[in-house]
């Protein structure tokens, strides 16, 4: 007969997981997002009229990711406190939370700013372009620090120099043998 204590304690384990690892995508689809706001940032600088059609459009992207990364927070968050789950996660997705609903603001006022006809609505537009990818650096930055570091197995790196011809030569020896050996 099983433990009936241990069964919350699993589940709630495998809750933690899930969570971690829905945090880990969402940090994924923030890095493509500041990824997007950056290179917006640097076609926005340039002289000619294409490269800032081009920031125009990255910014335009840029809008429509930051929409469904600030709605998908939002889900999580509410997951969360449905669930009743750990109250400094919930912290740390409520603060997420913010910053992404910043960060969709700054990209919504600077892509209505872009398509305006006036130099000074595109110059206000190509500020709100800088303040969306410090935004996005932080998002990432928040996201990053919310989630645990995966543990990854202990690796003995101390006998391994970067062009150890031995070492090359016993690993190029143990191919062979490998390959061989059966399944």
């Keep these: ?4 204590r241990q069964a919350p304690r699993d589940t709630a384990s495998s809750s933690n997981e899930e969570h971690t690892q829905a945090l880990r995508r969402l940090g994924a689809r923030a890095h493509q997002l500041r990824a997007a706001t950056r290179a917006a940032d640097h076609f926005c600088g340039q002289d000619n009229e294409e490269d800032r ?4 459009w990255l910014m335009s992207c840029s809008l429509g990711l930051a929409a469904e990364l600030a709605s998908d927070i939002d889900g999580l968050a ?6 009743g789950a750990d109250a400094a996660l919930q912290r740390a997705v409520a603060a997420v939370r913010v910053r992404a609903h910043q960060l969709h603001a700054a990209a919504r006022a600077a892509d209505r700013f872009l398509e305006q006809e006036s130099q000074e609505d595109r110059e206000t537009g ?3 372009i ?3 990818h410090g935004l996005a650096g932080k998002l ?3 996201l990053d620090n919310s989630v645990v570091p995966a543990r990854r197995p202990q690796v003995d790196k101390s006998r391994v120099e970067p062009h150890d011809a031995q070492l090359v030569r016993s690993m190029a020896a143990a191919m062979p043998a490998a390959a061989r050996a059966p399944a």
């Design 130 to 132: 800088a303040c969306a």
């Design 140 to 142: 990432t930055d928040d």
């Design 1 to 4: 007969m099983s433990n009936p």
């Design 78 to 83: 509410r997951v969360l406190r449905d669930q």
């Design 126 to 128: 190509s500020w709100l």
């Design 53 to 56: 059609t081009t920031a125009s």
